[in-house]
Structure formats: C-alpha cells, structure tokens
Nanobody, 127 residues
Framework: QVQLVESGGGLVQAGGSLRLSCAAS????????MGWFRQAPGKEREFVAG????????RYADSVKGRFTISRDNAKNTVHLQMNGLKPEDTAVYYC????????????????????WGQGTRVTVSS
C-alpha cells in the first residue's frame, strides 16, 4: 500500500516555473514506477511524465518535453516535477501516481498501469 500526497501547485504567470512534489508513505516506494498525470476542466486525465523505479528511465508527453523534468529521491520517498516555461494550456489538476515496476526500465504512460493515486494539486497558469 502506498499513500501519495502532492504539493507545490499554485497560480503562476505564463513563462513561469513551479515545482511539484509528491511525498509517498510506505517502505516499498523504491519498487514503484512513478508518474504525473493532469486533468484540465472538461478534459480527460492525461499522462505528463513518468520515471522508472530506479530513476534511470523517464518518459514525457510531447506537450511538455523540454519544459518539464521528473525526478525521484528514493531515500526520501519523494518524486518531483519541475515545470518551466509554463503555458496557459498547462492549467490543470496534477496527480501523482505509483505503479508496479520493480526491475523494469519501462515507464507506463496509461492511467490503468498505476495502482495508487494522490488527491491532486491545482496548477493555474495565467496569460
């Protein structure tokens, strides 16, 4: 069982930066692949970024490549999403998710692959 708590959301102007954090409970955090998803009003939840259990593999949605960076610290049970060059279309509720992935270099990009979810943190980017 993993419990996830996101933080770091807020209101920022276009072009600005935010750093989202996800704190995980449980001794098995390092065995999970971690992902960030987002859901904008009226839209479906979409994959943003993911990182393998070891941190050696990462994947990004095309819409955020070059602007967002995902990282994890297994010693501190945390995963971060550094968001630079924010755009109004990045406005959404951002969710942290954990899924089985120990020993794999594959980073899942679908919601169904993730077993545990946080409550979300809201990001609003003004133009």
């Amino acid at each position: 069982q993993v419990q996830l708590v996101e933080s770091g959301g807020g209101l920022v102007q276009a072009g600005g930066s935010l750093r989202l954090s996800c704190a995980a409970s449980g001794r098995t955090f390092s065995s999970y692949a971690m992902g960030w998803f987002r859901q904008a009003p009226g839209k479906e939840r979409e994959f943003v970024a993911g990182i393998s259990w070891s941190g050696r593999s990462t994947r990004y949605a095309d819409s955020v490549k070059g602007r967002f960076t995902i990282s994890r610290d297994n010693a501190k049970n945390t995963v971060h999403l550094q968001m630079n060059g924010l755009k109004p279309e990045d406005t959404a509720v951002y969710y942290c998710a954990a899924g089985p992935g120990y020993g794999s270099v594959v980073v899942p990009t679908t919601s169904a692959a993730y077993s545990y979810w946080g409550q979300g943190t809201r990001v609003t980017v003004s133009s």
